[in-house]
């Protein structure tokens, strides 16, 4: 054996990349999207869509990475995953893993189109028949609520976010604008040249929210999983608060209860309510829940396939949240785009962990442009059977829709400090 040398048989011969397209379209709302075609012709998408900072995204792909795409073998996903993290020098931040979410999609697509199945297969098969889907409910006051959650009943969610107006704050997080209409659709990106300024105040909401939802199980039963999104907006003591004066209406979770930089502040949440926790929305790697996931601080993790590097980067995520009995619960608002919601579902069907899925469904423009195969009955999604994501891009209609600034909106205090949105 002595003067053994590493060889290596390649089993097939490499597949290259041709093209890789930055495509930024605006139908219902901002999406950035890249296409990425192999010399076989295979094409592949990912969604790279960073709400309100679409652009950063768009230029970091074409300046920055679609050069060190062409050429490399469209097959190495991990090893491209890799190279574009670690060549970089500068490591993670939102817009550089939406970047690398976008290729690692669009090259799981491929992969999985190469082989003729949709891409859950690939990462391990159907570990459930359907994926439970939560819907985004809203009111300015408990009948439009009741209303809401009528709604989507009547849609086929079998689990219902709560989110509700407080009396002395004008505009809410969550609560849609009730123009006709546009009356469950909730979009906080606002197409005007500066952000939308909102007003906040956390002892009024604190006040409130229980007997919203004293009043929505009254209404409902105590069956209906029922979930709120506290955006990030309490202290830890606040929120240690609301967590124990909700326990009596067993939400399924309290989501981003304190500012996300923070893991110790989830720590103290923890010590005073069995309330569960989720939270990630605005993480972008695993190193954001070191000590969430270690310490069993959360229940539920948040992140966006989009915005955490991709399919990649998740499952590496996920399998560690579930050494601790922490489960799924993936970002799905609507600037997900239809990709990075499809990315989601191949993985939420996969693993073991799930959880819960967010959908918020997207309008009929975003459709047109984006045409899916995924199916929602019975408060069950599923991401269908075609080969890969199972999501072609008409680029034709996506030409119809340019970019169209938009911002997300800040928050102040009454006295005018700027507070977290
Ligand atoms: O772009 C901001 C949205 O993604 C965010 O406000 C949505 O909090 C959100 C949620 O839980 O869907
Ligand atoms: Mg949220």
């Known amino acids: 054996m002595s003067g053994r040398t590493l060889s290596h048989r390649p089993e097939r011969r490499p ?22 075609t192999t010399e076989d012709g295979i094409t592949g998408l990912g969604d790279g869509t960073l709400n309100g900072r679409e652009l950063s995204v768009a230029s970091y792909l ?3 990475v679609v050069p060190l795409l062409l050429g490399r073998d469209a097959h190495r996903i991990e090893d491209t995953w890799q190279y574009l993290y670690r ?34 297969q690939l990462l391990g098969g159907a570990s459930r028949n359907g994926i439970m889907a939560y819907g985004h409910a809203s009111g300015r006051d408990l009948p439009e609520l009741f209303d809401s959650v009528r709604k989507h ?18 505009a809410v997080y969550g609560v849609a604008a009730q123009t006709e209409g546009e009356r469950y659709d909730y979009e906080p990106a606002q197409r005007t040249p500066l952000p939308v300024e909102e007003d906040w105040d956390t002892r009024a909401y604190l006040r409130h929210l229980p007997g919203v939802f004293e009043a929505v199980r009254n209404e409902f039963g105590p069956e209906l999983p029922l979930l709120h999104d506290g955006h990030h907006r309490m202290t830890p003591i606040q929120a240690a608060r609301l967590g124990r004066d909700l326990e009596p209406y067993d939400l399924f979770w309290l989501e981003d209860c304190t500012p ?65 009995q922490i489960k799924s619960g993936i970002h799905g608002p609507t600037d997900i785009s239809p990709v990075g919601m499809a990315a989601a579902l191949h993985l939420d069907l996969a693993i073991h962990n799930f959880g819960i899925q967010e959908y918020m469904q997207h309008g009929p423009l975003t459709d047109e ?25 008409d680029e034709q209609a996506a030409a119809r829709f340019p970019y169209v600034a938009a911002y997300l909106p800040v928050n102040r205090l009454k006295d005018g400090t700027v507070h977290d949105w």
């Open 15 to 36: 597949v290259k990349i041709v093209a890789a397209e930055v495509i930024v379209t605006s139908p219902n709302r901002n999406f950035v999207t890249l296409k990425i």
């Open 62 to 64: 074409t300046d920055h």
């Open 87 to 120: 060549s970089a020098y500068w490591r993670r931040g939102p817009v550089t893993m939406a970047a690398i979410a976008a290729v690692d999609v669009a090259l799981w697509d491929i992969k999985a189109k190469a082989a003729g199945m949709p891409l859950y």
């Open 153 to 170: 009943l009547a849609l086929g969610f079998r689990s219902i976010r709560i989110q509700t107006s407080v009396p002395g704050i004008d």
């Open 260 to 324: 996300a930089e923070n893991q110790e502040a989830l720590r103290l949440v923890r010590q005073h309510t069995t309330t569960p926790l989720a939270i990630g929305e605005v993480f972008n790697t695993v190193w954001d829940y070191q000590t969430l996931i270690r310490e069993q601080l959360i229940d539920y993790v948040r992140s966006a396939v989009t915005h955490t590097g991709g399919i990649t980067a998740m499952r590496k995520l996920l399998d560690f949240a579930a050494q601790y």
């Open 369 to 393: 442009v984006f045409r899916q195969s995924f199916t929602f009955a019975d408060g069950y999604l599923h991401p269908g059977e075609q080969p890969g994501l199972g999501v072609e891009l």
